[in-house]
Nanobody, 116 residues
Framework: EVQLVESGGGVVQVGGSLRLSCAAS????????IGWFRQAPGKAREGVAR????????YYRDPVKGRFTISRDKDKNMVYLVINNLKIEDTAVYFC?????????WGQGTQVTVSS
């Protein structure tokens, strides 16, 4: 059974940092493109970062470039998202995702709240 479980969210002050984790079961992260998405209240879900299968090349949405870092640990089958210099607008539920045969798999999400 495929399962994604996110963790690591919390309440952090502006300028702080967090490391979000995504644990996978039922498949190997290294075999797929893995994305991190977020959804703020009243807004659509948006992709913020992804890491490619194989060479692990990364892509970031413009607003998060330089602050977000996506990485993976092949041995632990984990994907991480480090968020530095948190801003109020980073407040959202963060999800990891992968797509197989046109179907999107999501975890339950982890809440990130940035306070001033």
């Amino acid at each position: 059974e495929v399962q994604l479980v996110e963790s690591g969210g919390g309440v952090v002050q502006v300028g702080g940092s967090l490391r979000l984790s995504c644990a996978a079961s039922g498949f190997r992260f290294n075999d797929y493109i893995i994305g991190w998405f977020r959804q703020a209240p009243g807004k659509a879900r948006e992709g913020v970062a992804r890491i490619s299968r194989g060479d692990g090349s990364t892509y970031y949405r413009d607003p998060v470039k330089g602050r977000f870092t996506i990485s993976r640990d092949k041995d632990k089958n984990m994907v991480y998202l480090v968020i530095n210099n948190l801003k109020i607008e980073d407040t959202a539920v963060y999800f990891c995702n992968y797509r197989k045969l046109g179907y999107d798999y999501w975890g339950q999400g982890t809440q990130v709240t940035v306070s001033s």
